[in-house]
């Protein structure tokens, strides 16, 4: 039992060393893919292969993490739109930021750390067969990461829909249409990329787990 649990929080440890190190290294938290133009981001991945293996409480946590790396980014680091994740970011000329940034950076986030464990409980216990279920890794992988994606384009949009439009120089009637694109791109990349990657390793230690209980 207390091995059990000492091998848990060094997981949870290690996870949390990885978000941080994927959210501070430049190029590796972010797949540039120039031939669609975008960039998926990889750093909700060490989130859901948290959520499954540890826990809704522990993937929350790692979200939580994730959140965090974000705001310290997006303050430190600020792009064009950083104020939908920093309410130390102004929202324009004569404005200042909105607490509501906070929201979009943590809430998302920790909703990807807890959505994948139930989505995973809930497949296999539909399934009914012993071991890891692939599949259900897969569905899990992907709700995760659409979770993060939907939530924060989703609450720009809903918050923030003004002040992007300025930031980005496009008309305010275009936004949905900017957003749906942005879910559409690298939304349905970055699912994919969870998907596989969060399975796989997943997969691996659910394995590994299993041999050294025989």
């Known amino acids: 039992m207390k091995q059990g ?6 997981q949870l440890a290690l996870l949390t060393a990885l978000i941080v190190m994927l959210s501070f290294i430049p190029y590796i938290g972010y797949i540039k893919i120039p031939v669609l133009a975008v ?22 946590f790692l979200g939580f993490v994730f959140g965090l790396t974000s705001l310290i980014n997006n303050t430190t680091q600020p792009g064009l739109t950083a104020f939908c994740f920093s309410p130390f970011i102004s929202m324009g000329e004569g404005l200042g ?10 809430l998302p986030r920790i909703l990807t750390g807890v959505v994948p464990y139930y989505v995973y409980r809930g497949l296999q216990k539909l399934d009914k ?15 995760g990461s659409m979770t993060n994606t939907i939530l924060v384009m989703g609450m720009i949009y809903l918050f923030f829909g003004s002040a992007y439009a300025a930031a980005r120089g496009i008309a305010y009637e275009a936004v949905l249409g900017v957003i749906l694109g942005v879910v559409g791109t690298n939304g349905t990349i970055e699912a994919l ?22």
């Open 5 to 10: 649990k000492t091998l848990s929080m060094v």
């Open 39 to 60: 960039q998926a981001t990889t750093i909700h991945i060490p989130v859901i292969v948290g959520s499954i293996l540890l826990g809704p409480k522990a993937g929350g």
């Open 97 to 106: 930021g909105s607490p509501l940034a906070l929201v979009v950076c943590f």
């Open 129 to 143: 067969k012993e071991g890891p279920g692939k599949l259900s890794l897969l569905f899990a992988g992907v709700a």
């Open 193 to 214: 990329l969870a998907a596989l990657l969060s399975g796989a390793i997943c997969l691996a230690v659910m394995k590994a787990n299993i041999l050294k209980t025989k």
